[in-house]
């Protein structure tokens, strides 16, 4: 009896939707398109320039930004854990509540982004520029990590990446 449960179970899972990317939210976000709670996972974004998009809730673990300029970004309460943000520029951006555990932000520039509330747990802050960041903590800070070339807003220290 146990055993057909689960081999009914197992072919119960294997119908149910995967987490994999979706290529056509993907293709809406690279061409400027707002994709509120789009599945964006591992999706690449590298080299580009977009401006004005709402991305809010959406999942974009483990996805690569790097060298990218995305000014005025919604990215409220989106999942950015894992992501590769080398390079980036987000200013005047919102990250309240979203997810940037164990992420690298090595080199970016933050200017007047919002953090309020979002998780940094193990990311990696070298060398970027948060000294207009609005909503940053101490607390958000003591669990990342950056370096002398890292830029926080005054009265703020960050443990070293090491």
């Known amino acids: 009896m146990l055993k057909h449960f689960l081999t009914a179970f197992a072919f119960a899972a294997l119908a149910l939707p995967s987490n994999a990317q979706n290529a056509g939210e993907i293709a809406k976000v690279r061409n400027g398109q707002s994709c509120s709670g789009c599945n964006l996972f591992q999706a690449d974004l590298a080299y ?7 991305v809010s809730g959406a999942r974009l673990r483990q996805s690569d930004m790097q060298l990218s300029t995305f000014d005025n970004w919604n990215l409220r ?4 854990s894992v992501t590769n943000m080398f390079g980036v520029r987000f200013n005047a951006s919102n990250f ?3 997810n940037l555990e164990s992420a690298t932000l090595v080199g970016g520039y933050f200017g007047s982004s919002n953090f309020s509330g979002a998780s940094l747990a193990g990311a990696n802050l070298s060398g970027a ?4 960041a609005k909503g940053l903590t101490q ?6 990590c950056g370096d002398q070339a890292t830029r926080l ?3 703020m220290t960050i443990p070293r990446c090491g």
């Not at 520029?129 to 207009?132: A, E």
Request: no cysteine; aromatic share 0%.
């Open 48 to 54: 580009l320039d977009v401006a004005n998009v709402n």
């Open 139 to 144: 607390a958000q800070l003591r669990k990342a």
């Open 77 to 80: 309460g989106t999942n950015l």
């Open 129 to 132: 520029d948060l000294r207009l």
């Open 96 to 98: 309240s509540n979203a």
């Open 153 to 155: 807003p005054a009265g």
